[in-house]
């Protein structure tokens, strides 16, 4: 062998046992290889925690597949790296620091994150599934951080991304008549994630048996959502509706479940001015992903489509006849939800709610026939400014009263649990606002979720130490698949209105539901026929 040859090969060696090396020592952060039903997968231990990051759960929605509910994803045999997240659904920013603008079509992801520490012996730990929320318009599975709810739960959480705006919630004639199920493939999608649960749970310690669906926001609407469609029933026992009740709301109020007629309406005007004077599915699918994020804001919709199938029948209708899942549920809100909205457009605006901007948000809200009655029952004199006589009003309107509402009708059928979270020093990872946000929507997050602070340019919060301990009472009774044996003093819901926990410093209390329905105006809502 000559001296030239000798030193290549010596170069091949060293380089190869470099390799190694640097492969040895990353893979001393890895976690064993886990076998999927799609494939074999390896992910990271992070900590406490060991996290299977960016598992594909249904084929990429491109090309023709756009428009259709989620295929089979194909299998694979080598090892999947599954130590980072997959891309966030296409989305624009339009709920500001709540979402991050970009993402793609090619989406359908979800993450699985198990405790470090052994389970007891022989047994399977419940599963968590987290469904985002964002008005079915922006957000992602990973910014969710369910450190402390996995490990103190002692559950497996399961978060998942999902298609969003009129990639995921778009009816359309050509492509329903194509598939009749094509208006709620975000929620479909959802479907497929449960779907995959079902599959794979205990291949990560976790039981198909014991799943609990949990959503905060539009999220909490789809676990609602969930809960009323006949094609999701099986695949849970528990669910938790956060801030969700809306569904329940009639057209046209905002927030509420939008009639497929109205939703091929707005589909019709979509495609027109998008160029697709045909009409046609060919069309729509020749649009570009930044095509359609730059022109669908006027023409999505924020809530299910009542499309005959996965939605058969309005919500609120399913819920009083017992057309519904029978599973345990637990229904709440935060006591200042709307404050958030608020203080939302302050953060876009640098500006505080004006008296004409309230009466401007409120019209929006209830329209022209609505507004003045509104108005009288909350009169901005009655408020030391603008942005809370409307915060009061939407709190109550979209969020408590529909609430109380569904826990009502649902408590006649099935076991309900219902709450309030009223920690009114939440941290906030909004800008400060004019306003006292108190215990506004979303604020409940990061005690379930560490630091959790929307998507993009939010402010990350921190809990002090009472509201720590509060976090681990609200952890505790979110990963019991019992709520009623959690271990707290939390009765069902029943008769007319029942009791209420309120997560509270110091601690949590039960309440009347009265005194709920009282303090947010109930009877005027429960009257005015807007659920």
Same mark, same amino acid.
């Given at each position: ?15 190869? @046992?470099? $390799? ?8 001393? !952060? ?8 799609? $494939? ?91 469904? =985002? ?92 959502? =969930? ?74 919709? =924020? ?81 030391? @400014?603008p942005a809370e006589a409307y915060a009061a009003a939407a709190t109550d309107y979209m969020f408590t009263c529909p609430a109380l509402k569904v826990s009502r009708l ?6 309900? =649990? ?54 681990? !009472? ?58």
């Amino acid at each position: 062998m000559n001296s030239r040859h000798a030193l290549s090969m010596l170069a091949a060696l060293a380089a190869l @046992t470099l $390799g190694f090396q640097a492969r040895a020592g990353d893979a001393s !952060t890895l976690t064993d290889t886990i076998v999927t039903q799609e $494939g074999p997968v390896r992910g990271l231990n992070a900590g406490t925690l060991q996290s299977y990051l960016g598992i594909p759960y249904a084929a990429p929605p491109v090309g023709p597949l756009r428009w259709r509910r989620p295929q089979a994803v194909q299998s694979w045999s080598a090892v999947l790296d599954a130590t980072k997240a997959g891309a966030p659904c296409a989305q624009g920013d339009d709920l500001g620091p709540f979402a991050t603008a970009g993402g793609r079509e090619d989406c359908l992801t979800l993450n699985v994150h198990v405790p470090q520490r052994p389970a007891s012996p022989g047994r399977l730990r419940p599963v968590l599934v987290w469904i =985002h929320g964002g008005s079915l318009l922006v957000g992602q599975g990973d910014h969710y951080d369910p450190t402390r709810l996995a490990n103190q739960g002692d559950v497996v959480v399961v978060t998942l991304n999902y298609r969003l705006g009129l990639f995921g919630f778009f009816a359309h004639a050509s492509l329903l008549a194509e598939d009749p199920l094509a208006a709620n493939l975000g929620q479909l999608d959802q479907l497929a994630a449960l779907d995959w649960v079902q599959r794979n749970a205990a291949a990560f310690g976790g039981d198909r048996q014991q799943v609990i669906i949990a959503g905060e926001s539009s999220g909490g609407g789809s676990v609602l959502a =969930h809960v009323i469609s006949p094609l999701s029933a099986g695949r849970f026992q528990k669910a938790i509706v956060m801030s969700g009740a809306s569904l329940i709301l009639r057209h046209p109020t905002f927030g509420a479940a939008r009639p497929l007629d109205d939703a091929l309406q707005a589909g019709q005007r979509f495609a027109q001015a998008a160029g697709c004077v045909d009409q046609s599915a060919q069309c729509l699918r020749a649009l570009s992903t930044d095509q359609v994020l730059a022109l669908q804001t006027p023409y999505v919709t =924020h809530q299910t489509i009542v499309d005959g199938r996965f939605m058969p029948q309005h919500p609120g209708v399913a819920l009083a006849s017992g057309h519904f899942n029978r599973v345990d549920l637990v229904v709440g809100t935060t006591r200042d939800e709307a404050r958030f909205f608020a203080g939302l457009g302050e953060h876009k605006t640098n500006q505080p709610m004006s008296a004409v901007q309230a009466h401007q948000a409120l019209a929006y809200l209830f329209g022209p026939h609505r507004i003045r009655a509104v108005e009288r029952v909350y009169p901005q004199s009655a408020y030391d @400014t603008p942005a809370e006589a409307y915060a009061a009003a939407a709190t109550d309107y979209m969020f408590t009263c529909p609430a109380l509402k569904v826990s009502r009708l649902a408590s006649r059928w099935t076991r309900v =649990h219902h709450y309030e979270f009223s920690d009114r020093t939440a941290p906030s990872y909004l800008k400060p606002a004019s306003i006292a946000l108190g215990a506004a929507h979303t604020l409940e997050l990061p005690y379930l979720f560490d630091g959790f602070k929307g998507g993009q340019g939010g402010l990350k919060p921190m809990l002090n130490s009472k509201q720590v301990a509060l976090s681990d !009472t609200m952890i505790q009774a979110w990963s019991a698949v019992d709520t009623t044996r959690a271990a707290l003093d939390w009765p069902a819901f029943t008769g007319r209105m029942g009791e209420v926990l309120r997560f509270q410093l110091p601690l949590p209390v039960r309440v009347p539901a009265t005194r709920l329905h009282q303090a947010h105006q109930c009877a005027f809502w429960d009257q005015s026929g807007v659920y």
